[in-house]
């Protein structure tokens, strides 16, 4: 763990460098914290995007990062030079806060470095979504595609899933150097690396305000409020949050920050790069050009039209040929159903909902702060404020709409939510700028969540390390494929992703993520599916199919999928086919057997 730790602060100095000679061409000695932040963020950007280009033979989503940050190379630099800062500071407390973060997501139990595997549950207390962002990783490094669906670990890959990527890029691009198993790397590299990226894009919002002392010390106390405390109906503590968070987050700061200084070309190429980790920003991409339209050259909006139409023209090319997961309708349906009187009360909900909720409070205040003077006087001027208000009403539309066609619609109204976060971050900004110190404090006393310094570590399930050791061997560096067997399961929820196509396991990191336990017998899965709310019905009945026929032996059909591994319950009605097999392992209800 040591290594890890270390290699990590390294990294992070090395895509700071590469962000510098990338975006000027040498190492400044002095830069404005926001610039050392771009610095950082485009080094990461470059190194990775590459690295996957190489590995992924050119098919790979981030092949367009490159081109967005060659166009817009120069809008990235000279950032205002009011409050520089020297690069060996920067590095040093950014490596220093790298290092404090990497203890204080465990509550600095040191014994982390002996024994990792204790910790996460804690850092990540959802077990299928350990395993499926784990087992992505691997997915990357190994086999070199772009996908999330394991079956095709059945019957090969057919492209590119539609899903974020760049941060298990940047693990698989620290397993090339240190092999860790992707989950040690994925908490314990990439989890660090993006809250330390968070606070330093947080610290650099502030940073042009810092005249004394006494604005230090406060920006800072406001620093460890958002690190180690969170905000009560805002934010959980940074140092606590999960992976979709950390990454949207400073991307939004940042696009954020850059619209407030009115640098609309490079907030609309940050925009155009989160839109590639995360498909979600690209209406907010839109809405940025449509509302700052005369801000933009006649070359800046070619350049986005020529994005968008390399954005589809990838995923029309390369998207992989599966039964799309998450969107249940036709084009016909899903247009009659906006129409229909059930979708408009549903919106008028959505809406209602949105404006009575704690985020729009924040969003109104910080639009209150920027834009109230010309609307008082009767102008409309397209700024910021406008744009949070747009922003945050926008997303919950698209929320309300695509509700009952897509499970993982209500991402949209995350990235609503975030934004009130974001929201937040600039009013407190905007009082430390007019220097209403006392003001911000009572803010912070008020809202500071005091709980979670002092939680406790959870722990997880007891895990069996003889059973790891066993299925280590069995796999040795190659793909292992088995039957997960127990009829009485159902789904417990409506995220099949986390319980279908595959059983969500730890043991699974025995082989780095490479043993694939397929759901053999899902019939339960099926019947279960009435007791889930109706809207998410139709897609789990679509995307919840056989992988196997049931009319064949299920040793036949271990046979034809070359499946070497079955994991069954001991009550299943197919455990006589294995009564004559050497039981490998015995773990509470369940046999784990090794077929030659």
Not at 20 to 37: A, I, P, S, W, Y
Not at 98 to 125: A, C, E, R, S
Not at 151 to 176: A, D, I, M, R
Not at 522 to 551: D, V, Y
Request: hydrophobic share 50%; charged share 20%.
């Amino acid at each position: 763990m040591f290594i890890i730790l270390l290699l990590g602060v390294l990294l992070f100095v090395v895509f700071y460098l590469i962000g510098c000679f990338f975006l000027q061409l040498r190492v400044e000695k002095k830069n404005d914290v926001t610039q050392h932040v771009l610095n950082f963020w485009v080094g990461l950007l470059v190194s990775v995007s590459l690295y996957a280009l190489f590995k992924a033979n050119l098919v790979t989503v981030l092949i367009l990062i490159p081109l967005v940050l060659l166009s817009f190379r120069h809008s990235f630099k000279g950032f205002e030079r009011e409050r520089l800062v020297s690069t060996t500071m920067f590095l040093l407390c950014a490596g220093g806060l790298y290092i404090g973060m990497f203890f204080l997501q465990v509550n600095f139990k040191i014994d982390v470095l002996n024994n990792p595997l204790d910790y996460l549950f804690h850092l990540h207390p959802f077990d299928g979504e350990r395993y499926v962002y784990s087992t992505i990783m691997s997915f990357l490094h190994y086999d070199e595609v772009e996908t999330m669906s394991m079956e095709s670990v059945l019957s090969g890959t057919s492209g590119v899933s539609l899903y974020h990527f760049l941060e298990f890029w940047l693990g698989s691009l620290f397993k090339t150097l240190y092999n860790a198993k992707s989950d040690l790397v994925l908490f314990y590299f990439v989890y660090p690396l993006f809250k330390t990226f968070t606070v330093l894009t947080i610290f650099s919002v502030f940073s042009d305000k810092i005249q004394d002392k006494k604005a230090l010390g406060l920006v800072l106390v406001i620093l460890f409020c958002f690190t180690v405390f969170g905000f009560l109906w805002i934010t959980a503590a940074i140092s606590k949050i999960h992976l979709r968070d950390i990454v949207m987050m400073p991307m939004l700061v940042l696009s954020f920050r850059a619209l407030y200084l009115k640098k609309y070309t490079v907030a609309v190429a940050l925009l155009m790069v989160a839109s590639v980790e995360y498909v979600l920003f690209l209406p907010v991409l839109c809405l940025t050009i449509c509302l700052f339209f005369s801000k933009y050259s006649k070359t800046d909006l070619l350049k986005v039209a020529g994005f968008l139409v390399a954005y589809g023209l990838f995923f029309y090319l390369f998207k992989e040929k599966v039964e799309n997961k998450y969107f249940d309708l036709g084009a016909r349906d899903a247009v009659l159903a906006l129409f229909s009187a059930e979708k408009i009360r549903q919106v008028y909900r959505v809406l209602l909902l949105a404006v009575l909720t704690y985020p729009v409070r924040l969003v109104v205040a910080y639009f209150v702060l920027a834009s109230f003077e010309p609307l008082k006087q009767k102008r409309f001027l397209p700024d910021i404020g406008y744009w949070v208000v747009l922003f945050f009403i926008g997303y919950h539309l698209l929320f309300a709409v695509a509700s009952d066609m897509s499970l993982d619609a209500w991402q949209l109204k995350h990235v609503a939510v975030l934004l009130s976060t974001v929201a937040f971050v600039f009013l407190l900004y905007e009082l430390v700028k007019r220097r209403m110190y006392s003001l911000c404090l009572v803010v912070l006393l008020l809202l500071s969540d005091y709980k979670y310094p002092f939680g406790e570590v959870e722990e997880g399930k007891v895990y069996d390390g003889a059973l790891e050791k066993k299925l280590e061997l069995l796999g040795m560096g190659k793909q292992l494929k088995g039957f997960f067997v127990d009829e009485a399961e159902g789904l417990p929820e409506k995220w099949a992703l986390f319980y279908y196509p595959t059983r969500a396991t730890d043991y699974a990191r025995s082989n780095d993520f490479r043993m694939y336990l397929f759901n053999y017998d899902i019939s339960r899965f099926k019947g279960s599916i009435a007791k889930l709310e109706p809207s998410a019905r139709p897609i789990l009945h679509r995307i919840t199919q056989p992988l196997f026929s049931m009319e064949t032996d299920i040793l036949e059909n271990a046979k034809k999928y070359d499946i070497s591994i079955v994991w069954i319950n001991k009550n299943s009605k197919y455990s006589s086919a294995f009564r004559n097999k050497e039981v490998l392992h015995e773990l509470e209800d369940y046999y784990i057997y090794h077929i030659e």
